[in-house]
């Protein structure tokens, strides 16, 4: 079995999936059941998992036996906000370690800002977190988490939430091929294909949510993202062809066919 290895703990599933966006939180489950996904995101400043005791709690739906929860920053824009907000989750979730960095830029793009995301994941290392961290597909600055000392990279496809797809698959292939840590393609996922080709580049798993969410049939197109993630490793370990150009093979026999008869 092919098994996706983070901060020493093994998972079958290499499809990552959030829980916002959804209608309700029925909705969720079932999106997430349809997915495989086995490590769920969960956005710590705009979903309940316990810090508003009089709300409905996504755990009731989504509970931490059964699901690996991974905490994000998302909606800060500050390296103190990000670092805030995981160490209240940390506390909610009785000292959880594995979380998802991320530290916006701007409110417009939701672009990663670098400099502030480098700052937080030099205290949250120190802090004893597992640090997954969202960041741009920079190989310099992929290098620099991963010596930092978090447990995987998640250099962006596209601006999050665009469904752009993978818009620069030659600086996410150097990513992949300099890392001795996951890479994982995080935003930007907009269809099952893009999924599949990011697995296929080579990388080792993929985090979607609005794709999932936003879709007409969630529930479809979450059985189908979790397809696309399995037949897209699947090549990339099979190995496929070289690309030629003006150079055809012919997939059939050319020795010992039959000969057209002149007349």
Not at 14 to 25: E, S
């Amino acid at each position: 079995m092919d098994n996706l290895i983070i901060a020493g703990k093994t998972y079958s599933s290499r499809l990552l999936v959030g829980t916002g966006k959804y209608k309700n939180f029925t909705e969720t489950r079932a999106a997430i059941e349809a997915s495989g996904a086995e490590i769920i995101t969960v956005a710590i400043r705009r979903t309940n998992i316990g810090q508003n005791p009089d709300e409905p709690n996504l755990l009731d739906v989504l509970p931490p036996s059964k699901y690996t929860l991974l905490p994000n920053t998302a909606g800060c824009y500050t390296m103190d906000d990000a670092v805030r907000t995981l160490r209240l989750a940390r506390e909610l979730l009785d000292d959880h370690r594995l979380v998802k960095l991320e530290v916006l830029g701007d409110p417009n793009t939701l672009y990663p800002n670098m400099v502030e995301t480098l700052k937080a994941a030099e205290i949250l290392v120190k802090e004893g977190f597992d640090v997954m961290v969202y960041t741009s597909d920079d190989p310099i600055i992929a290098k620099q988490l991963e010596e930092i000392g978090c447990v995987a990279v998640m250099p962006l496809a596209s601006l999050i939430g665009s469904g752009m797809g993978i818009l620069n698959p030659w600086n996410l292939q150097i990513i992949i091929d300099n890392a001795k840590i996951p890479v994982l393609v995080d935003a930007g996922v907009g269809t099952a294909s893009d999924a599949a080709i990011a697995m296929e580049l080579g990388c080792d798993g993929v985090l979607t949510n609005t794709a999932i969410a936003v879709a007409k049939k969630p529930l479809l197109m979450a059985s189908a993202m979790r397809k696309a993630v399995e037949g897209g490793r699947e090549a990339f370990l099979a190995g496929r062809m070289a690309k030629k150009l003006y150079s055809a093979s012919p997939s059939s026999p050319t020795s010992g066919i039959i000969a057209s008869k002149s007349t």
